[in-house]
């Protein structure tokens, strides 16, 4: 009888110390609210469940306030970034020397040719852009004349991308060449044209396919068609020259107009006008 006490009492013991934690079993707050307000007879939701949309909410709310930009946009989706930024006509002629070949007033939208110029400490940066759907290139050269000049070109490949390719002209033909000092480079085609933007080191190391950009060159100016990302004959017979020598370190303002805005520029033609005009004047009974 005593052992059957003794027995039980240990039993007693046992579940309390079971349920006051002592030996590691104890009940966790959502346990004990699940038995407090518990499923029921029916099956309605307990505290757990709540709990569980509770974090839910809390959650989303936290990677929601944490993780979007100040636009409201996820990060790894953020609003897109123009791939290449304009082109500043204003800042030519003041903070960078351009030059624009085409109709009096075009930019660099809207020329036919369009090459600007600056130093950032030991490079120069190039702009780029011509009216066509392949290449633009710009030539460094001692005489005017194309063969044996430095050229840089921007040509817009099938795959919709513009890069930037280093040429030699030998002869009339332009040879690629495998070392490009090019960095920083950017391009896009857009409305038809090619627009490029890369950076090139003032001094390079001796070498007959490249030259040193502290020293003043006349500039070749050429654009055409691209097959397959190679370039073929530039649009123009005869692509524009500069009528000096450009110097990196002075920034102008070049307006070259083309051919179709060149006939009045012609000592001839005028000269044919005001024959025909003193004619007309003076024949006239």
């Not at 946009?73 to 791939?83: E, G, I, K, Q, S």
């Not at 392949?134 to 991308?161: E, I, L, P, Q, T």
Request: charged residues 25%; aromatic residues 12%.
């Amino acid at each position: 009888m005593l052992v059957m006490v003794l027995l039980r009492s240990f039993v007693r013991l046992t579940v309390m110390l079971c349920q006051s934690g002592w030996w590691g079993v104890a009940s966790s707050p959502t346990d004990e609210g699940a038995l407090r307000t518990g499923h029921g007879d029916h099956g309605e939701p307990g505290h757990q469940e709540h709990h569980k949309d509770s974090y839910s909410t809390f959650a989303s709310e936290f990677l929601e306030s944490r993780y979007l930009s100040d636009d409201g946009y996820p990060f790894p989706t953020a609003p897109p970034v123009d791939p290449f930024a304009k082109i500043k006509v204003g800042d030519c002629g003041v903070t960078k020397g351009c030059i624009r070949y085409g109709k009096p007033g075009c930019d660099a939208e809207t020329c036919d040719y369009f090459l600007s110029y600056r130093r950032i400490g030991t490079d120069v940066e190039y702009e780029m852009s011509a009216d066509t759907d392949g290449w633009v290139a710009v030539g460094f050269s001692s005489d005017k004349k194309m063969g044996g000049d430095d050229v840089m070109g921007c040509v817009h490949d099938d795959n919709g991308r513009v890069r930037i390719h280093h040429f030699y002209n030998v002869g009339q033909w332009a040879k690629e060449i495998k070392r490009n000092p090019a960095r920083d480079e950017e391009g896009i085609f857009e409305n038809n044209r090619v627009t490029c933007r890369f950076k090139r080191p003032l001094y390079v190391p001796r070498e007959e396919t490249l030259v040193d950009l502290h020293l003043s060159w006349y500039y070749l100016f050429a654009w055409g068609p691209a097959i397959q990302g190679s370039i073929t004959r530039h649009d123009i017979d005869n692509p524009p020259v500069s009528d000096r020598m450009i110097s990196i370190y002075k920034y102008e303002d070049i307006f070259m107009p083309s051919t179709a805005y060149q006939t009045f520029n012609s000592p001839i033609c005028l000269l044919l006008i005001v024959a025909l005009t003193f004619y007309l004047l003076m024949g006239t009974p």
